[in-house]
């Protein structure tokens, strides 16, 4: 028996490009057979539609509505649905689970973290940290940055990416890395779940709440690319045509690391 999760989802309720509220989604995953999703909107720094200059809790309180819209739609109807938020920095975004909606009220502080400060207090904090499609390049987005000692986990195939390569190489980099993998829709628009375009990640046991769904994540309970729900063939290429803007790696201080990116992948985890 395995469990099917969504892992990354957006509401128009704070996501600026999102169309869909929390609640619609729910009879969609319902129909596609998953047991829950987790909700995460873009967060302070990505594409909120939120005004950055609300005082700190009225500002969480407002980032929660589309993730409590969908879990009182889901409670009604049986889908769990778990908290998370999307963070972005220079083009590179994380998705961060486990902390909730309390936590955040406590520490204002979030809004400035570095990736380095991200990681150590999710770390603390019993959350995971995932790269969320990491090798997604846009016009808009100069260098593709890595932090590997930064994560815990990988999103290695995203319905979101206009290249598969992309996700290739993101399963290329996790294996590398030897961190956890993970899959999401990155859904945005109903018309998306109409379409069937679901990804998500199967998990043996059935998580209780956000914390623990965040936990399994980080403990690689998605045990490889046979519990990713994606569309079929999408892991199939190497991806070594995928990367056609300039990379930088960062090490645990956020500072670059002088290497190409094809050695690094060869050479192994040792940055
Ligand atoms: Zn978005
Ligand atoms: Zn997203």
Redesign the pocket.
């Given at each position: 028996m395995a469990y099917l999760y969504e892992t990354?989802l957006?509401t128009c309720q704070s996501?600026a490009c999102a169309s869909a509220a929390g609640r619609e989604y729910i009879p969609y995953y319902l129909d596609a057979g998953y047991s829950g999703i987790v909700v995460?909107d873009?967060f302070f720094r990505g594409n909120s539609t939120l005004d950055p200059y609300l005082p700190w809790r009225a500002w969480v309180r407002e980032f929660c509505r589309g993730y409590e819209d969908a879990r009182e739609e889901g409670a009604r109807r049986g889908l769990d649905v778990f908290f998370g938020w999307?963070e972005t920095f220079e083009g590179d975004?994380y998705?961060v689970y486990g902390l909730d909606k309390e936590w955040l009220l406590e520490h204002p502080e979030v809004r400035r973290w570095t990736r380095r400060e991200q990681y150590q207090a999710v770390q603390a904090a019993g959350g995971c940290v995932v790269h969320?499609?990491p090798f997604r390049q846009h016009d808009y987005i100069e260098e593709v940055c890595l932090a590997p000692r930064l994560i815990d986990a990988v999103e290695v195939a995203n319905a979101?990416n206009r290249e598969q390569g992309y996700d290739a190489l993101a399963l290329r980099y996790a294996e590398k890395l030897g961190l956890p993998l993970s899959a999401?829709s990155?859904i945005?628009h109903i018309e998306q779940a109409e379409a069937g375009e679901l990804y998500g990640v199967y998990l043996r046991e059935k998580p209780e709440n956000s914390a623990a769904f965040a936990a399994m994540i980080k403990a690689g309970e998605v045990r490889g690319t046979a519990d990713l729900r994606i569309e079929a063939g999408r892991l199939e290429s190497r991806g070594d045509e995928a990367l056609h803007t300039p990379l930088k790696i960062l090490d645990e201080t956020e500072q670059p690391i002088s290497r190409n990116f094809w050695d690094f992948l060869r050479a192994g985890t040792n940055t």
């Open positions: 990354h957006h996501s995460t873009h999307e975004d998705l969320a499609h979101g999401g990155d945005h």
